[in-house]
Nanobody, 119 residues
Framework: QVQLVESGGGLVQPGGSLRLACATS????????MGWYRQAPGKEREFVAR???????SVADSVKGRFTISRDTAKNTVYLQMDTLKPEDTAVYYC?????????????WGQGTQVAVSS
């Protein structure tokens, strides 16, 4: 089992910044990849960014150049730095972990943290 606890959401004005954090109950190295998804009202959950156990990162085109995913392996925590926020970034942001053990892939989700971008 992997438990994920998100923090860092809130209300910010357009152009502002927020940093989300996702703390895991296991070593990051035991998790194949961790990432962030978001879900806006009335929309499907969508991929935002991902970082593998080896440290490779990927981000969605919609946030490229504005959002950065990183990790602190000593704290078993993954971060999502969000800069130049836009109203369309408003959503509930979910931390995600993919773990492959014995050929079985298991997906874990955090409880979500609300991000609201508004003036």
């Amino acid at each position: 089992q992997v438990q994920l606890v998100e923090s860092g959401g809130g209300l910010v004005q357009p152009g502002g910044s927020l940093r989300l954090a996702c703390a895991t109950s296991r070593s990051i190295y035991s998790i194949n990849s961790m990432g962030w998804y978001r879900q806006a009202p009335g929309k499907e959950r969508e991929f935002v960014a991902r970082i593998t156990s080896g440290g490779a990162t990927s981000v969605a085109d919609s946030v490229k150049g504005r959002f950065t995913i990183s990790r602190d392996t000593a704290k078993n925590t993954v971060y999502l730095q969000m800069d130049t926020l836009k109203p369309e970034d408003t959503a509930v942001y979910y931390c995600n972990a993919l773990q492959i053990l014995g050929g079985t892939m298991t997906t874990y989700w955090g409880q979500g943290t609300q991000v609201a971008v508004s003036s």
